[in-house]
Structure formats: C-alpha cells, structure tokens
C-alpha cells in the first residue's frame, strides 16, 4: 500500500523568504506524484505534478518541486514567499499502474507567511 | 477556474435527519470523487464513479451513499445523520481516470451535526 508524509504541519515564515515543504512517501511500485494547494474557504487546486521525465518540476506561483526516487521525496520550494502564498499544502500520489488511479494525500501542510 | 460546484456550503443539522450534498460539475467528467476533509488529517477518498452508473466505495469506510445517474450530478447522502459525520466533504472531478491527470475540487461542504 502506498502512503504519504508530509513532515511540518506547520511552517512559518517571513514575507520573501525561501521556503520548503517537504514530503516522503512509500510505495513498492512507480508512482505519480502531486502538490495541491487549498487556499482558506476553498477546495484543492493543483500546484504542479511529477508524470516523468525531468525530475525538477515547476508549477504555478513559482513554486517548483523535486522528485528524488533514492530519497522517496517530493519537497516543494519557492525561493521567495508572499503574504498571498499563505495556504494548506498538500502532497498527494498515485500508482501507475494496475490500481483505480486514486490519488492518496497527506496530513498537509500550514505555511503561515508573515510581513 | 474550475467548474464544479458544491452545495449547500455549510449545513447544521440535528442528529437523525437526512441529508444530500449536491455537488455538479460542467467539464463532461466521466470520474468523480467524494472526499472527507477533517483538521490536521489526510484527505480520506470515501466513493469515486467512473461515469453513470458507476459508484465505488473507496479507502475509507462510510456511511454515506452516492449515486450516479447523469454524468455532471455526484450527490452523496446520509440517510440519518450522527455528530461523528460532523467533516468537510469535498466533491472533485477529473478528466483522467488512470491517476495521472489533475483533481478539480469544489469548495466543499462543511456539515455540522449536533
């Protein structure tokens, strides 16, 4: 079965700043990997996606993250953060093969941006 | 912006009534999925539907129920609510049913039971 860390529950941070979430996971077999965001009041939407290819990922709001296979890892950086970025970070796999796709998500992650 | 949509977006509700979430989405999705959301824990899959007629239970146990008789419409139901489905549900849908493709998410429906 496959399952997904997500390290802090909390991070905060100040305005500009450089900041990484950071997410494990465990799976037997290839997986796909993803980062929603989930903005206060809102539903999830999706930052950026890991299919294959290039293991360095950029998505949306300049956050980009790094797929490390050795490491079973998926942190998710900005090297600069906004007021605006303050959200619920969630990292979240599939399988790619032989399952119904699913995807399985973390605890997430509270980044708190301060001024 | 994504086009699914969730109703009511907070509901309190005595122990024992019935109640349905709504939620549709306009992008011609085959899949759909209903999530429960609670404080500082994963996001627990608790039905999916490949298309009409399709419903599945998924990872978490629940007792709700869904059905799927056109493509846009995924209500899920509580036949007699209790204060331990107090949660968020979220409602999502997806163009890609092999995992590889983006979730869109309504902004969910918060449910109080007392």
């Known amino acids: 079965a496959q399952s997904v860390t997500q390290l802090d529950s909390q991070v905060p941070v100040f305005e500009e700043a450089p900041v990484e979430l950071r997410c494990n996971y465990s799976s037997s077999v290839s997986v796909y990997l993803f980062w929603y965001v989930q903005y206060p009041n809102q539903g999830l939407q999706l930052l950026l996606k890991y299919l294959s290819g290039s293991t360095l990922v950029k998505g949306i709001n300049g956050f980009e993250a790094e797929f490390n296979k050795s490491q079973t890892s998926f942190h998710l950086r900005k090297p600069s953060v906004h007021i605006s970025d303050t959200a619920e970070y969630f990292c979240?796999?599939?399988?790619?093969?032989?399952?119904?796709?699913?995807?399985?998500f973390g605890k997430g992650t509270k980044l708190s941006v301060k001024p | 912006e994504a086009d699914i949509y969730q109703t009511p977006r907070y509901l309190v509700i005595g122990t024992g009534k019935k109640i349905t979430l709504e939620c549709s989405q306009t992008m011609g999705h085959d899949k759909m999925y209903w999530y429960q959301q609670d404080p500082g824990m994963e996001l627990h899959l608790i039905h999916y539907s490949y298309g009409v007629n399709s419903t599945e239970k998924g990872d978490l146990s629940s007792e709700s129920t869904v059905s799927r008789i056109r493509t846009e419409h995924f209500p899920l139901t509580l036949e007699s609510a209790r204060p331990s489905h107090t949660s968020q549900y979220l409602c999502?849908?997806?163009?890609?049913?092999?995992?590889?493709?983006?979730?869109?998410f309504g902004e969910g429906s918060r449910l109080t039971v007392l």
């Open positions: 999502a849908s997806s163009r890609d049913g092999r995992g590889t493709g983006e979730l869109f």
């Open positions: 979240a796999v599939s399988v790619r093969r032989g399952s119904q796709g699913n995807l399985i």
